[in-house]
Every structure is written in structure tokens, then in C-alpha cells.
T-cell receptor
Framework: AQSVTQLGSHVSVSEGALVLLRCNYS??????LFWYVQYPNQGLQLLLK??????LVKGINGFEAEFKKSETSFHLTKPSAHMSDAAEYFCAVTRRDSGYSTLTFGKGTMLLVSP | AAGVIQSPRHLIKEKRETATLKCYPI?????VYWYQQGPGQDPQFLIS???????DKGSIPDRFSAQQFSDYHSELNMSSLELGDSALYFCASMGQGGDTQYFGPGTRLTVL
């Protein structure tokens, strides 16, 4: 079984400040890890993913995440927050050993950005 | 680039009615997933199809059924609707040999 824990249902930062959204996963097999962003009343947009290879992955809009197997973590960071980053962020995991496995999502973290 | 298309975008139904949601995957994607996202909740997997065959099943109620057609589009049929079925329903597609699900904009179902 797989699971994802996102620490903090809400994270507040000031514009220009560092963004850190935490994600820890549990998986009995090597995982694929994803971060999706959801703006109000919209669908899920892929930010970035880790499958194999380099453990530091870069995504869209200046976000990046690092896969740390020893810590079972995949935290999302951005050096400088922008007002347009305000949205809900979901970390998700799927199995690497299957070609069509489902995603298991965390509960989500709402990012609030203040001027 | 072409994205996943879902229709309708919004749907309002009465209790005990039926609803059909449609999903058109990205061209040449052969796998479709359905997820349900309740208010303030994370998306929950319902069911998936690969090459027109059901490939996995999650927490889909017996009142719901789905299928994937020869052109790879998928339909989620929901009967005897309950108030608790009010949610955002997402479809996602993945290409053969791919590792990433791409989500549609969702259908917001409201049951009154």
C-alpha cells in the first residue's frame, strides 16, 4: 500500500519569501512521485515529477523538489514566492513497477501568499 | 498541445437521478483514470481503463459504472444520485509506456 502525508494544510508566506511544502511518502516498492497544483475551480496541473535518475527535479514556475529516499520525502520548494503561486498543492505517489497504476494523493496544502 | 477534455463542465441533478460524465483523453493516450474530489478533499481514485478494459478499481460505488470506448473516450455513469455524490470529478489520461497522468478540468456535479 502507498500513502502520502503533507505536513500543514495551510502554509502562509510573504511575497518574495521561500516556499517550502512538505511531503512524505510510504511505499513498499520504488515510487514515482508527483506534485500537482490546483487553482480555484480548476483542474490539476502537473508541476514536476520524479521517476528515475537525478533526485533534484525542476518543474514549471520556478518550483523544484528533491527525492530523498532515506527520509522518504519529496518536499517542494521555490526560492521566491509570487502572488500567482497562491493555490492548493497536492503531492502524489504511484508504483514504479506498474505501467498503469493509480495515484494516491496527500490531503493537499493551501499556499497563501501575502503582499 | 491538446489536453484532456471533459464534458459537461458543470452538472446539476436531483437526488435519485442519473448522470453521465464524459472524458476525451489526449490523442494517442490509451489509459484513462477517474477521480472524485469532494469539497476540501484530496482526489480519490474511482476506476481506470487500459485499452478499453478495466485495469484497476478503487472506491467506486456500485451505483456507478464506467467504460472506455473504441476511440478511447470514457464515460462515467452514475445512478440513484445522492447528496454525497456532489463533487468534482476528474478524468486523467496517460500514454502507452508513460509515467504521468494528465488531468482534465473536471466536471462539477451538484446533487440537490
Amino acid at each position: 500500500a502507498q500513502s502520502v502525508t503533507q505536513l500543514g494544510s495551510h502554509v502562509s508566506v510573504s511575497e518574495g519569501a521561500l516556499v517550502l511544502l512538505r511531503c512524505n511518502y510510504s511505499s513498499s516498492v520504488p515510487p514515482y512521485l508527483f506534485w500537482y497544483v490546483q487553482y480555484p475551480n480548476q483542474g490539476l496541473q502537473l508541476l514536476l515529477k520524479y521517476t528515475t535518475g537525478a533526485t533534484l527535479v525542476k518543474g514549471i514556475n520556478g518550483f523544484e523538489a528533491e527525492f530523498k529516499k532515506s527520509e522518504t520525502s519529496f518536499h517542494l520548494t521555490k526560492p521566491s514566492a509570487h502572488m500567482s503561486d497562491a493555490a492548493e498543492y497536492f503531492c502524489a505517489v504511484t508504483r514504479r513497477d506498474s505501467g498503469y497504476s493509480t495515484l494516491t494523493f496527500g490531503k493537499g496544502t493551501m499556499l497563501l501568499v501575502s503582499p | 498541445a491538446a489536453g484532456v477534455i471533459q464534458s459537461p463542465r458543470h452538472l446539476i441533478k436531483e437526488k435519485r437521478e442519473t448522470a453521465t460524465l464524459k472524458c476525451y483523453p489526449i490523442p494517442r493516450h490509451d489509459t484513462v483514470y477517474w477521480y472524485q474530489q469532494g469539497p476540501g478533499q484530496d482526489p480519490q481514485f474511482l476506476i481506470s481503463f487500459y485499452e478499453k478494459m478495466q485495469s484497476d478499481k478503487g472506491s467506486i460505488p456500485d451505483r456507478f459504472s464506467a467504460q472506455q470506448f473504441s476511440d478511447y473516450h470514457s464515460e462515467l455513469n452514475m445512478s440513484s444520485l445522492e447528496l454525497g455524490d456532489s463533487a468534482l470529478y476528474f478524468c486523467a489520461s496517460m500514454g502507452q509506456g508513460g509515467d504521468t497522468q494528465y488531468f482534465g478540468p473536471g466536471t462539477r456535479l451538484t446533487v440537490l
